[in-house]
């Protein structure tokens, strides 16, 4: 069996968030969803922006919700997701 190589922060390592990559991988679901985290380097790049810009917004205390856990900046992809919705603009709305 091959395995594929996940990238540091890859939402795809947390199978119990994505019930079909758990049937996928082998995994059983599970009824606790596990939280996944997003580092501030993941957000910048899933936004196409710098990580300073992030940094800035922190700063500011604007922006989405973040952890601050052993010196390291993390974001929750659940409060990623909700931030993107609440800024959502457009005719889709």
């Given at each position: 069996?091959t395995?594929?190589p ?9 199978s ?17 969803p ?9 957000v ?5 922006m710098?990580?300073r ?6 700063w500011r205390?604007v ?5 601050k ?16 919705a609440?800024h ?6």
């Amino acid at each position: 069996m091959t395995t594929t190589p996940r990238m540091k922060g890859d939402v795809r390592s947390c199978s119990r968030h994505n019930p079909t990559l758990a049937l996928r991988t082998g995994h059983a679901p599970v009824s606790t969803p596990l939280v996944c985290h997003l580092t501030e380097t993941d957000v910048a790049r899933r936004w196409r922006m710098s990580v300073r810009t992030l940094q800035a917004w922190r700063w500011r205390k604007v922006g989405p919700p973040y952890l601050k856990a052993m010196g390291k900046v993390l974001y929750r992809l659940s409060d990623i997701e909700a931030f993107e919705a609440e800024h959502l603009r457009g005719a889709g709305r």
